[in-house]
């Protein structure tokens, strides 16, 4: 089965499709086109904050399979902890981790 592509995929015709669009907001009055910018700005902003958030899952679901593994029924007080934990104290943590902290160093 063939792969379709989306207009805004980078294929010759997307490009196109692309650059026409950025024409016509180009074309806005003034005031319209920020409107536009700040709405399609506040969809990018949207995507890193999403992105960080699975990211930050991804991290809190690997520190409780190592934390699991390593202590058992001891981490669970810890475990429980994670989704509190922002991204310093949840990175200070992974390096305790890789250096082979004992359980009473940790955070």
């Known amino acids: 089965m063939p792969v379709k592509f989306a207009p805004c995929d980078f294929t010759p015709g ?3 499709v692309v650059r026409i669009f950025k024409q016509a ?3 806005l009055p003034g ?3 920020q409107a536009f910018m700040r709405y399609k700005n506040s969809f990018i902003e949207e995507g890193i ?3 960080r958030q699975a990211n ?3 991290l809190r679901k690997g520190l409780k399979l190592m934390l699991t593994a390593r202590f058992g029924l001891r981490a669970d007080a810890l475990v429980n902890r994670l989704a509190q934990l922002d991204l310093a104290a ?3 943590l992974s390096s305790q981790m890789d250096a082979d902290a004992d359980f009473d160093e940790l955070i």
Do not use: H, I, Q, Y
């Open 56 to 58: 930050l899952d991804v």
């Open 25 to 27: 907001v180009e074309l």
């Open 14 to 16: 997307g490009l196109k």
């Open 90 to 92: 949840l990175d200070k």
């Open 49 to 51: 904050e999403k992105g």
């Open 31 to 33: 005031e319209e086109r």
